[in-house]
């Protein structure tokens, strides 16, 4: 079996890329190292669709930027993911950094970017209050947005698999097939697979697949660590997407909303010789709470609820994105994709099936193709009649597995039998939210861990957080769990 397009990585960029591949007539592949979909970059970051004034013109990212921005509605409306149109403020902190503010309308203007407008400290104060007294002014972005980054990944996925993309995960490319001169498919840890494109969508790791394609040897992706914590949505409440000026590091430590109603405040900017060293420091949350109460100083660290790490996919020596259709035959780059990727991954989609036409690539619509997804809503978003009904339809719904999310054993089995299967903890929480509130899952662990052992049919030890060696329970301490 030669597949038409094989895709390296389930992220946010190999998701949407999937979906569009398979609107028309074209065998797809997905293979993802990871035990499920979405577990990179795209399940780790600030969660904005950027309005696109950050980028310098003229570059890859300006324009994917922008553009993407744009896509973002019709995507989410069809796909039912969480969006909303925020607008976004960059907050000069002194008078030094309102000609920055000048500078970023500028370059958003050049960029294409729509409606940015300068406001006055006191025009600042009255739409953003809480924000910091030193505020001297802002540039106001009224087409940012923000975005539920794990729900976007996952619907974008299962929709490109209910229309017909296959996905292997568990599958870890590890070398090219050639022949002669073009690449023709993959060696993966689970077998050969032969394709006639393979997308490199790998994320931090697309330098390596690249290096071993033979592109760019000289460019290389450095890591940047960005960590955060996260506030409890019912001390602090905050509507808002707040920047500081940006600085040669990057955007800088923001405080934002969220699509659940908790508020964001980081990242921090660090380089890390290391592309798994996915976790927090005691510095780096320093960095982020000192950087965050600078912008807005209302908040006490005492609601802070979770705090996780992110690793930015910056490609030296260009910092662009770089993406390449049949620059050796067979194979589609796409590397270096950064902030702002997730914004940009719907116009990067696009950007792709336009290249493939130059080539000369025909793509001949599906007649059955679907693009809507449709949600399966959770028994907390059912009005009282509806839910009677569900639990008498399904007694699972009856039972409250996460007290602070309010999600239902008949929520997670929805996931646990679903298009791609949630066969992990951490795979039930980015489906359903379950475990994100006050008490981070210590009430419902042993209950999911014993709904996913019983699905899975396995014992209660094999049950990871998220896949490999990251078990809750490994050995009885009370008799509990009969092996
Ligand atoms: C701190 C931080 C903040 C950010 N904030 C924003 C923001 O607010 N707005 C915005 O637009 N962007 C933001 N970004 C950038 C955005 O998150 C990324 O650009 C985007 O998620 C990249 O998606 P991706 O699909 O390319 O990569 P990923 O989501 O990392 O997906 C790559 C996939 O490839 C898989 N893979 C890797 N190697 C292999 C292999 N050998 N075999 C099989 N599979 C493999 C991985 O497991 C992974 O699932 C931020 C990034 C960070 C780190």
Known sequence: MVYDYLIIGSGIVGSLLGRELVRYQNRVLMIEKGVDIGMGTSAA??????????????????????????????????????????????????????????????????????????????????????????????????????????????????????????????????????????????????????????????????????????LHSDYRIIPR???????????????????????????????????????????????????????????????????????????????????????????????????????????????GIDSPGYASAPAIAEYIIQKLREKGETFIPKYDFNPIREPRRLFKHLSVEEKKQRIQREPAYGHIVCRCEEITEGDLLAEIRGPIPARTYDALKRRTWLGTGRCQGSFDFPRVIEILARENGTTPYEVTKKGGVSRFVFSPTRGHYDL
């Open 225 to 335: 660590r960005g960590q955060y914590v996260v506030l409890d949505r019912n001390l602090f409440q905050w509507d808002k997407v707040v920047f500081p000026c940006p600085n040669e590091k990057g955007k800088g430590i923001l405080v934002a909303t969220t699509m659940h109603g908790n508020t964001l405040v980081g990242p921090t900017s660090e380089e890390v010789s290391d592309k798994r060293a996915l976790f927090t420091t005691e510095e780096g949350l320093r960095q982020a709470i000192e950087g965050g109460k600078r912008l807005v100083p209302g908040w006490d660290t005492r609601w802070i609820i979770a705090q996780y790490a992110g690793i930015r996919a910056t490609l030296f020596p260009t910092k662009d994105f770089l993406i390449e259709v049949g620059e050796v035959p067979g194979f589609i780059n796409i590397c």
């Open 45 to 214: 970051n600030s969660a904005i669709i950027h309005a696109g004034y950050d980028p310098v013109p003229g570059t890859l990212k300006a324009m994917l930027n922008v553009r993407g921005n744009a896509l973002w509605d019709h995507l989410a409306a069809e796909l039912f993911i969480p969006f909303r149109r925020t607008g976004s403020y960059v907050v000069a902190l002194s008078r030094e950094e309102i000609s920055k503010l000048e500078e970023l309308n500028k370059q958003g203007k050049a960029n294409g970017v729509p409606g940015l407008r300068l406001l006055s400290a006191e025009e600042t104060k009255e739409r953003i209050p809480g924000i910091s007294e030193e505020a001297k002014g802002s540039l106001f972005a009224p087409t940012a947005g923000i975005i539920d980054p794990f729900q976007a990944n996952f619907f974008a996925c299962e929709n490109a698999v209910l229309n017909g993309m296959e996905l292997q995960l568990e599958t870890a490319f590890e070398d090219f097939l050639w022949e002669k001169n073009s690449i023709v498919g993959v060696k993966t840890t689970k077998g050969i697979f032969r394709a006639r494109w393979v997308i490199n969508a790998a994320g931090i790791h697309a330098d390596e697949i690249m290096h071993k394609a033979g």
